[in-house]
């Protein structure tokens, strides 16, 4: 057999070991990270619960403005600003990244 082609397989059966010990680092790096990731999946489905039942969160400040109305208007105020920095990060995001 060529000394060259032999070379090469070995070279490649080489690579192959070292990506799969890559593979097995990434995965346990991505088991330690996974409650966060469970963290951010909660506040996903809370905001595609929040989106999809306005008429809960209508209630919610109604009940909050009759009962406290300044910690409604503390909270509207928090809101707000949330609202609007996100709005603006979000800006700020699509300008610097190219459209898709």
Do not use: D, Y
Not at 51 to 67: D, N, Q, R, T
Request: aromatic share 10%; no cysteine; charged share 20%.
């Amino acid at each position: 057999m060529n000394p060259k082609i032999v070379e090469l397989a070995l070279k490649k059966q080489r690579l192959q070991l070292q990506a799969a010990a890559q593979r097995v680092t990434i995965l346990h790096a991505l088991e330690s990270a996974s409650p966060a990731f469970g963290a951010a999946e909660k506040a996903r489905a809370a905001l595609h619960w929040a989106k999809a039942h306005p008429e809960w969160l209508a209630g919610i400040g109604v009940a909050l403005l009759v009962a406290r109305p300044r910690a409604f208007f503390r909270w509207a105020k928090r809101g707000f600003f949330a609202w609007r920095s996100f709005r603006r990060l979000r800006s700020a995001v699509a300008s610097i990244l190219p459209a898709r």
